[in-house]
């Protein structure tokens, strides 16, 4: 087989592309898009409310990276073809069973970790496996567990404490060894140096006083960047990724081509679970506590950071970094619409708005894609 | 005469109740075209799964270079060198040619512990092949959606033909196709032939299977009613023969012909 290129002689039957439109094919353009227009659009409307001040880009960034945590799950799962609806109830359960293991019975802390990842992925890989023995679609599938995992997180809840909300986990977490890795902090050592070079505000007050109001990066944001480039090269750079797209794009098709359409669909619910209780986890060290509502509505969220990002509903085509962005488009308006003090409710206004045209713009894109009218 | 690649004796295939085969006897060699003509519901799609073992037979051998062989899923008679096209589901529309190209053949190169997709060489034999075929590509990352019918059976068969098929079952190619494109995938068939690759081209378009077949065997109602070389038969007696005779020779004559 002959290795090099070959260039190809000019078709007059294929018109020549403007750069324009091929920018267009790219799924991340809505992403690139309106992520700019937000940051501008806050910046002239809220600069002056301190969301872009040190504390204020710490707040929304953490709000942000908790979308793109589970976007990614969400994002690559939806490529290969599936939803996954039970992701929100998935982290009030793995929340739950963190905390009832390391307190009720007694575990240490890194083991009620460990043992909520294992029970949660497991649960990932029964809802995968269910909708590819019945052949029933993803969305009801997951939907019953959407109830059956969010009763089950209620029941444990009452039935061993009498209580729905679990406190005291930051002092069970004293000392593990695992737990820094969700709830911790890094480069604390630069950000004060950075207070002490007067490079960024300190407290000047109180207890304390001489430390920076933003005292390092949340492990939250790590967990959510290591996941999006994680997601990204698996999708883009791999003979993984490839299947991926071929599972959602036409799993007959990708079958007759050998590709092994069910274990990669099973191992992205697993995948998706995954990133459920990493969020879960970040959340439950952040607040020190569970409670059994944790996660309500997160899943939506997390399929509308993917839509966002340039992804179809139905599979075979979208982008990781373009779920990211759509994460931080998200988190950016929720917390922005805060600090211009602007009514929250009409948050959710913006979200339905820029949902249909999201889907609307996605639409357009893959008609000229695969050429249909 | 060459030894036949693949000899399909006596094959039948039932359905609980429905005899879809009732004793098919075929032999491919290697280089020719072998057409399979029958109308609908003849038995050809059920024939060649068996031949691609999607189907197990219920009676009969098959034979593939002489050994006999039993093919358990799709996967096995694809190891061995049969490949089969399906009409429409060859292609993923939405991934790239060059995507498609490698689908479940993905070339890998290290890059440190973890293995890569290796785009840069899965581009660069994408661009080389299809232009083999006679297919201009804007670039390798075109997505086969904006490529046309006929192109799309096309990248198909190159694809079956680069990753070692012996033997190439087309399911129906041409039957959705316009004029222009399916004289392109006929002289495809005709390059692949070539190489000494042997071809099954299902149709029931008889001047289709006159214009590349080397010989046509004619199915009806689970049996096969003879194999016919090149020169041998004429596209009239081709067409009375799928259709069972005689009913379509009074449809003919009141349509002047023109079937």
């Known amino acids: ?373 | 005469m060459a030894n036949p690649l693949i000899e399909m004796k006596g094959i039948e295939k039932h359905f609980g109740a429905v005899i879809a085969l009732a004793g098919v006897s075929v032999d491919i060699l290697p280089g020719e075209c072998h057409c399979l003509l029958g109308d609908n519901g003849a038995g050809k799609s059920t024939f060649i799964k068996t031949m691609s073992g999607v189907h197990k037979p219920t009676k009969g051998q098959i034979f593939f270079e002489g050994q006999p062989m039993s093919f358990g899923n799709p996967r096995d008679s694809i190891a061995a060198g049969i490949a089969t096209v399906y009409q429409d589901l060859a292609m993923i529309p939405l991934m790239s040619v060059s995507r498609n190209f490698f689908m479940g053949n993905e070339p890998t190169k290290r890059m440190g512990p973890i293995s890569v997709f290796d785009h840069k060489h899965a581009n660069s034999v994408t661009m080389s092949e299809m232009k083999k075929m006679g297919i201009n590509l804007r670039g390798p990352d075109q997505a086969v959606g904006t490529l046309s019918g006929g192109e799309r059976q096309t990248v198909a068969i190159a694809r079956a033909v680069h990753f070692g098929a012996k033997v190439l079952i087309l399911d129906e190619p041409t039957s959705a196709l316009g004029v222009r494109q399916t004289s392109n995938v006929l002289a495809t068939i005709d390059r692949v032939r070539k190489n000494g690759i042997a071809v099954v081209f299902i149709t029931h378009n008889v001047r289709h299977a006159l214009a590349v077949g080397d010989r046509f065997t004619v199915l009806n109602r689970g049996k096969t009613l003879g194999t016919a070389k090149r020169g041998e038969i004429t596209p009239e007696e081709l067409q009375d023969l799928m259709a069972g005779g005689q009913e379509l020779a009074t449809l003919e004559g009141s349509l002047g012909g023109t079937v």
């Open chain 1, 1 to 373: 087989m002959s290795q090099a290129a070959v260039p190809p002689d000019s078709d007059e039957r294929i018109k020549e592309m403007s750069g324009f439109r091929k920018s267009l094919m790219r799924p991340e353009l809505g992403g690139i898009c309106g992520t700019i227009i937000v940051f501008v659009f806050f910046f002239f409307t809220a600069s002056g409310s301190g969301m872009f001040s040190p504390a204020g880009i710490m707040n929304w960034s953490v709000v942000s990276a908790q979308f793109m945590i589970i976007a990614v799950g969400a994002c690559l799962l939806m490529i290969a073809g599936e939803f996954d609806l039970s992701v929100g109830s998935m982290i009030g359960f793995a929340g739950m069973s963190i905390a009832l293991l390391s307190t009720s019975a007694g575990f240490p802390m890194w083991a009620a970790i460990l043992l909520t990842f294992v029970v949660c992925v497991a649960i990932g890989a029964l809802n995968g496996w269910l909708v590819i023995k019945t052949g029933l679609p993803s969305f009801i599938v997951t939907l019953a567990f959407l109830f059956i995992l969010r009763g089950i997180t209620i029941f444990a809840a009452i039935a061993t404490t009498r209580k729905t909300i679990i406190g005291g986990l930051r002092e069970e977490a004293a000392g593990d060894w695992l737990a820094p890795i969700f709830g911790g902090k890094i480069l604390t050592g630069l950000f004060q140096w950075m207070g002490d070079a007067g490079w960024i505000e300190t407290f000047s007050r109180g207890t304390r006083a001489g430390e920076p109001v933003v005292d390092g990066i949340p492990m939250l944001i790590v967990w959510a960047l290591v996941l999006v480039a994680f997601g990204h090269f698996l999708l883009t750079r791999t003979k993984f990724g490839n299947w991926v797209f071929a599972a959602g794009g036409d799993a007959q098709a990708a079958r007759y081509a050998g590709v092994p359409v069910n274990s990669v669909k099973i191992l992205m619910f697993m995948f998706t679970a995954f990133t459920a209780v990493v969020f879960a986890t970040c959340q439950v060290m952040e607040f020190g506590s569970a409670g059994a509502d944790r996660g309500l509505l997160k899943e939506f969220e997390a399929i509308i950071s993917v839509v966002i990002g340039g992804a179809l509903l139905t599979g075979g085509y979208g982008s990781v970094i373009g779920a990211a962005l759509g994460a931080l488009i998200f988190g950016v308006v929720q917390q922005g619409l805060f600090f211009a003090g602007v009514e929250s409710s009409l948050f959710r206004v913006f979200l339905g708005v820029i949902l249909l045209l999201a889907v609307i713009l996605n639409t357009y894109i893959r008609r000229m894609i695969t050429g249909e009218k």
